[in-house]
């Protein structure tokens, strides 16, 4: 049998630092996406973008209007740490570096109402350290903005905690539950064959162009292994913008399949499509010469979601999708615009044209 004696540990009054974490209120700060990832692919910390695997662990950001929460930990002076505190949160969390931010009540001047958590009802400002940007500023470039959460500490703050014999603390965040499930760039299709088609602008036009798709005959009906030729132009009337391309999907499959079942969801877009394609020997790329405006005025809209599976074919009614055309190997393929009974001749809406890129 052990006995210990003489055995003390200090532990700061409860109510007292949750009063104090309330003292830690946060801020936003914005930094496009060449700045913070870099461009080239080297061991230095900062250059790499994601394929920097530090990049990957530390400056990965969060979504503006997703919703977090965040809590602060103290060591205390033997080296232990305490509970989970809540600090201070609110929706619409103010940039670092805005002149025009609302300023936060000092922590020993504020009021919380328990029953909802809440300390200002217009801002949301809450003691359940839960944290919202909503960032529609338009910014100096061209290019994503990667955000930051940064906390600072109130005026008085430390002293008081020095006092409790606390000698540090860190920040620690919820596991986040998603209210925005994913984000995809949304492409058109063909309306006859469900085939996927990219919008081509003319010229410096903000609404006129052609669809644009591939196929492995020419405008001819000729078999050609020339990228350019294989390039059909269809006009507006023969597509529709109803096709996401969402990279979290292809990382996460399993648990999208459960979701996107043909259910309604709610979108919306939040950038604009001033954007522009570049083109190389055999592929078409969006490059980064245009802005990307937030638009976050622009309301929901209910859609059905569904999910491609492997086999690339999706039906609902009369609505179709597929990502592959035919198969050489089963010698099936699927007709442009309308089905014809002559495959040689000219089955498409377009025109014999040069199709020149932004970027290549």
């Avoid at 700060?29 to 990049?55: F, H, M």
């Avoid at 609110?90 to 328990?114: G, H, L």
């Avoid at 309306?191 to 903000?206: C, H, Q, R, T, V």
């Avoid at 609404?207 to 294989?230: C, I, N, P, Q």
Wanted: charged share 20%.
């Amino acid at each position: 049998m052990l006995f210990l004696g003489n055995v003390q540990k200090y532990t700061p009054d409860y109510e007292t630092l949750v009063k104090l974490s309330l003292g830690f209120i946060p801020y936003y700060k914005a930094v496009d996406e060449e700045t913070e990832l870099g461009s080239t692919l080297n061991e230095t910390y900062n250059p790499g973008g994601y394929y920097n695997v530090q990049n990957i662990y530390n400056k990965v950001g969060y979504w503006n209007e997703e919703i977090y929460r965040f809590g602060v930990v103290y060591i205390m002076s033997n080296g232990s740490l305490s509970p989970v505190y809540n600090i201070r949160g609110r929706n619409n969390v103010p940039a670092i570096n805005d002149p025009n931010a609302d300023e936060y009540d000092n922590w020993n001047k504020i009021t919380v109402d328990y029953d909802t958590q809440l300390i200002n009802n217009f801002t949301l400002e809450n003691s359940a350290g839960v944290c919202r940007i909503f960032d529609n500023n338009e910014h100096d470039n061209d290019y994503f903005q990667v955000r930051h959460f940064i906390f600072k500490a109130q005026d008085g703050l430390l002293d008081e905690l020095k006092n409790l014999n606390i000698k540090g603390y860190f920040f620690v965040r919820q596991k986040r539950i998603p209210t925005i499930l994913c984000q995809a760039f949304m492409i058109g299709k063909d309306s006859y064959s469900g085939i996927p088609a990219w919008f081509l602008k003319d010229g410096n036009s903000s609404t006129s162009g052609k669809w644009v798709t591939e196929s492995f005959l020419d405008s001819r009906g000729y078999v050609t292994h020339e990228y350019g030729r294989r390039l059909m132009l269809l006009g507006n009337n023969h597509t529709k913008t109803s096709v996401g391309i969402c990279p979290e999907f292809e990382m996460n499959q399993a648990y999208y399949n459960n979701i996107f079942t043909g259910g309604v969801l709610k979108l919306r877009q939040v950038t604009s499509n001033e954007f522009s394609l570049g083109g190389e020997q055999n592929h078409i790329f969006i490059n980064t010469s245009g802005k990307y405006t937030l638009t976050n005025s622009t309301p929901f809209i209910k859609a059905k979601v569904t999910s491609v599976p492997d086999s690339g074919l999706v039906r609902d009614g009369n609505n179709i999708f597929r990502n592959v055309a035919g198969s050489a190997n089963e010698n099936t393929f699927q007709y442009l615009v309308g089905k014809t009974t002559k495959p040689r001749k000219k089955n498409f809406d377009v025109i014999e044209t040069n199709i020149t890129f932004t970027n290549g």
